[in-house]
Each structure stands twice: as structure tokens, then as C-alpha cells.
Nanobody, 121 residues
Framework: QVQLVESGGGLVQAGGSLRLSCAAS????????MGWYRQVPGKQRELVAV???????NYSDPVKDRFTISRDGAKSTVYLQMNSLKPEDTAVYYC???????????????WGQGTQVTVSS
């Protein structure tokens, strides 16, 4: 399996900003989609944003115009810049990499361990 390491979560006041990072370790040849999901207790995990290998992006409606996803292929890293944060953005955020090609083979669906984002009102 491919290990994804997330960082950047924390506690912030409403209106503030945070930047999440997620990096894949090991010898990575290519990654297709890279995305961020979030989950609150008692609810299903939901898509926040995704960026394709070609650079196309897609955002969920609640975060459009506030969050920006980007990727650095050379570093096998995806970022999520979160601005104008709201209390309803509070969740555990997970990164997800699809179709990761490594020296050890192809891994179709890889997840980070999750990072807590808490937005206080």
C-alpha cells in the first residue's frame, strides 16, 4: 500500500485560513486523481475537492470560491488552501489518491490517516 501523510489541520476562528498538505511516500511514478474528503461524526464521508492528473479541478458546492486544491507532481503532494472558514467546515479531512503507480505496482485507492480541522465561531 502507499502511505499518505497529511499535515496542516488545527483550530482556527471563523473567517480564518488553513492549508492542508498530503504527501505520498516511496517511489511514485504517477498519480491520477488527487482529492480531499471530509467527514463529521454520524455522517458519510463527502468529497471536498479533486484535481486530475491534467490539472482539472472540481469542488463541492459548500466550498466553491473559498477552497483551492492544487498538486505538485514532482513531490507527489496535494494541497488544500482553505479560506473564509466557517464552523460548518469542521470535520476530519482525508486525502485520497487514485491509481497510484509505483515500483511495487499500481494501487487504485489510497487514503490518508485524516487530519482534524476545527473552526470556532
Amino acid at each position: 500500500q502507499v502511505q499518505l501523510v497529511e499535515s496542516g489541520g488545527g483550530l482556527v476562528q471563523a473567517g480564518g485560513s488553513l492549508r492542508l498538505s498530503c504527501a505520498a511516500s516511496g517511489s511514485i511514478f504517477s498519480i491520477d486523481d488527487m482529492g480531499w474528503y471530509r467527514q463529521v461524526p454520524g455522517k458519510q464521508r463527502e468529497l471536498v475537492a479533486v484535481v486530475t492528473r491534467g490539472g482539472s479541478t472540481n469542488y463541492s458546492d459548500p466550498v466553491k470560491d473559498r477552497f483551492t486544491i492544487s498538486r505538485d507532481g514532482a513531490k507527489s503532494t496535494v494541497y488544500l488552501q482553505m479560506n473564509s472558514l466557517k464552523p460548518e467546515d469542521t470535520a476530519v479531512y482525508y486525502c485520497n489518491f487514485r491509481n497510484v503507480l509505483t515500483r511495487r505496482g499500481r494501487f487504485s485507492d489510497c487514503w490518508g490517516q485524516g487530519t482534524q480541522v476545527t473552526v470556532s465561531s
